[in-house]
């Protein structure tokens, strides 16, 4: 009897602290978290700059800085310089002005300026190009892959502008940026 008396005492124990153990919530039951949360910040809080690459007909090739203010204006710098042996070289700068039409975490809609300068030397007589300025206006899309990453697509109109005159075709323009503050 003795043993049966204990038995149910330890039955009534145990149903006890299950049904105690079912009334705790949760979230009591988790270590609580002691690092802050850091909110993201979108581009039109404060000022961000970003490094990169460019690769276009408008604002140059090669790698790139921009700055972009919390107005909607960014600015970006460009420079590239390839060579091949001693007799060969390609280069090319240019300078972009942008205007955020749409400004999110995510994504950036912006329309474009640009004026680049670009060369082909060959065998020490010079740039060999016969459009080697180029000016253009459009549009451009950024894509954030992470926080801070993001790649670019911009479909300016160009103008190549030489001495047999100017020509004007659509172009594409092809980046990629990492922004920081």
Do not use: H
């Amino acid at each position: 009897m003795a043993m049966l008396r204990l038995v149910i005492a330890t039955l009534l124990v145990l149903a006890g602290s299950a049904v105690t153990w079912c009334q705790i919530p949760q979230r009591t039951l988790q270590p609580t978290d002691t690092t802050a949360p850091r909110p993201p910040v979108a581009l039109d809080v404060q000022p961000y700059y970003g490094v990169g690459f460019q690769l276009g007909f408008v604002s140059g090739v090669g790698f790139s800085f921009r700055y972009t203010s919390p107005q909607r204006f960014a600015l970006e710098v460009n420079a590239g310089y390839v060579t091949a042996g001693k007799n060969r070289a390609w280069y090319s700068f240019g300078i972009e002005g942008q205007y955020q039409f749409d400004n999110s975490l995510d994504s950036r809609f912006y329309g474009l300026a640009g004026l680049g300068y670009y060369a082909d030397d060959k065998d020490s007589v010079g740039n060999v190009l016969s459009y080697p300025t180029r000016l253009g206006l459009g549009v451009g899309y950024e894509w954030f892959i992470s926080r801070a990453a993001a790649i670019a697509l911009e479909v300016p109109l160009t103008f190549f502008i030489g001495e047999p005159g100017v020509q004007v075709y659509p172009t594409v323009q092809f980046g990629i940026i990492y922004y920081f503050r």
